[in-house]
């Protein structure tokens, strides 16, 4: 069985500190890794993600996240965070060769002027 | 912009009533997901279409009726909903046969059963 946790509910960051947004999976096989943002009332917008390569993926807006193989994490990062990007990002897991993406419970961010 | 096109955007409907979802999408894409989505809660799949023919039913309730016409589009036919039911439906799309094919989402629709 797979399955995506996402340890805090919300982060906090003032503008332009770095942010992360943690995420660990449990997978059989190689995993798929992605993250996704949701603003109020729409749907998800794909960020990035990891297939197989550099654990370092770089993705929109300016998001990266890096892959941990022995931590099984695959955390989101941002350099230096703007207030836009207040919202709710979700980490999502799919097995190689399967069709269910599981999708953690998500983490609220929130940027402070 | 999301090139996952969901209509309506907004639904209201009776216990008795019977509605429809639609979704589109021109990514000719061949894999089409339904998902449910309450407040503040991860989506949760409801079913997957593979190639037009349904690979996965999450145990949804058969109130709950998919259908695929072809491969662009995608229905949700709703009959005899609970209040429960209420929840913003979202439709999604990725590429077949593709390592770590990346699903697309709509915006969703938001019904509300009242």
């Known amino acids: 069985a797979q399955s995506v946790a996402q340890p805090e509910d919300q982060v906090n960051v003032a503008e332009g500190n770095p942010l992360t947004v943690k995420c660990t999976y449990s997978?059989?096989?190689?995993?798929?890794l992605f993250w996704y943002v949701q603003y109020p009332n729409r749907g998800l917008q794909f960020l990035l993600k990891y297939i197989t390569g550099d654990n370092l993926v770089k993705g929109s807006y300016g998001f990266e996240a890096e892959f941990n193989k022995s931590q099984t994490s695959f955390h989101l990062k941002k350099p230096s965070a703007l207030v836009s990007d207040s919202a709710l990002y979700f980490c999502a897991v799919r097995a190689a060769g399967g069709f269910k993406t599981i999708f953690g419970a998500g983490t609220r961010l929130f940027v402070k002027a | 912009d999301t090139e996952v096109t969901q209509t309506p955007k907004h639904l209201v409907m009776g216990m008795t009533n019977k509605k429809s979802l639609k979704c589109e999408q021109h990514?000719?894409?061949?894999?089409m997901y339904w998902y449910k989505q309450k407040a503040k809660k991860p989506p949760e799949l409801m079913f997957v279409y593979s190639y037009e023919k349904l690979s996965i039913n999450e145990s949804v309730p058969s109130r709950f009726s998919p259908e695929c016409p072809n491969s662009s589009l995608l229905n949700l036919h709703l009959h005899a909903l609970q209040p429960e039911d209420s929840a913003l439906y979202l439709c999604a799309s990725s590429q077949e046969g593709v390592s770590g094919n990346t699903i697309y989402f709509g915006e969703g629709s938001w019904l509300t059963v009242v």
């Open positions: 990514m000719g894409h061949r894999a």
């Open positions: 997978v059989s096989g190689n995993p798929y």
